[in-house]
Structures are given as structure tokens and as C-alpha cells.
């Protein structure tokens, strides 16, 4: 018996914004997106010199998720998932603090990648394309 679709879309986006972060000081992606966003509307809206462009990530990232839950095309799902995980590269500072990893960004991870592949197999074995020609 499949596990139901909603569970697994919620498992697998609980499990992407408490990921944590690998750098110096990491916190889950929820906090650094919501950080992001703020200082971005504050510098944005104030007279400041230098604007904090990370803060753009906020609204895509919150769309992505958006889709992926309530998306049931296994194609938006997966194209959902790829830029999903890339931004979570991103966002985390895997790129340049690799040597930091530790068990708050792996589980986390880990479980992100396995539900979301999981939800992407059972939404293409239950609905196949229609091929028209």
C-alpha cells in the first residue's frame, strides 16, 4: 500500500526548510529564507546603499513549493524537485563549506531527496502520459 501523496509531499517539504545550513553559523532554510526576505524588504524600501539581492530567492522558492505540493504531473514534480535541490545547494552554502557537513544537513536531506523520488515513481506508475499522434 502506497502511502498517501499529501503525507509524502508535506514529509518531503518539512524535510527541505529544516535542513540546515553549512555554514559557520547554519540555521534551517525556513529561518534564512525568512531572514533573506526581510533584509531584502527593509533595504529595498529604505534608503540604503546596498540592497541584499539573496533576498529574490525567497519568492521563487515559496512558489516551488507551492507547486510541488499541489502539483499531481510527475513531470512538475520532478522538474519542482531538480531546482528544489539545487536551491538547497545554494542556500546552504554547500558549494564552499563542503567540509562542513554534519548530521543536521544530511537527514534532513536525505529524507527531502528520498520522499520527493519516491512521490515522483508512485505519481508516474499511477497516471502515464497520454501520447497523442
Not at 79 to 99: A, D, E, K, M, Q
Request: aromatic share 14%; net charge positive; proline share 3%.
Amino acid at each position: 500500500m502506497f502511502m498517501n501523496l499529501k503525507v509524502l509531499k508535506l514529509i518531503a517539504i518539512i524535510s527541505f526548510l529544516v535542513t540546515f545550513g553549512v555554514q559557520e553559523n547554519g540555521v534551517p532554510n525556513f529561518i534564512l529564507l525568512i531572514i533573506y526576505f526581510c533584509q531584502f524588504l527593509y533595504d529595498l524600501f529604505n534608503n540604503t546603499t546596498s540592497i541584499l539581492w539573496q533576498g529574490l530567492i525567497t519568492i521563487p522558492t515559496s512558489g516551488l513549493l507551492v507547486l510541488f505540493l499541489r502539483s499531481k504531473n510527475y513531470k512538475i514534480l520532478l522538474g519542482s524537485f531538480i531546482i528544489l535541490l539545487l536551491i538547497l545547494v545554494f542556500i546552504t552554502g554547500l558549494i564552499y563549506n563542503y567540509h562542513r557537513i554534519n548530521i543536521a544537513f544530511l537527514l534532513p536531506l536525505t529524507v527531502f531527496v528520498i520522499s520527493s523520488v519516491y512521490l515522483i515513481t508512485i505519481v508516474k506508475k499511477q497516471k502515464p502520459d497520454i501520447k497523442v499522434s
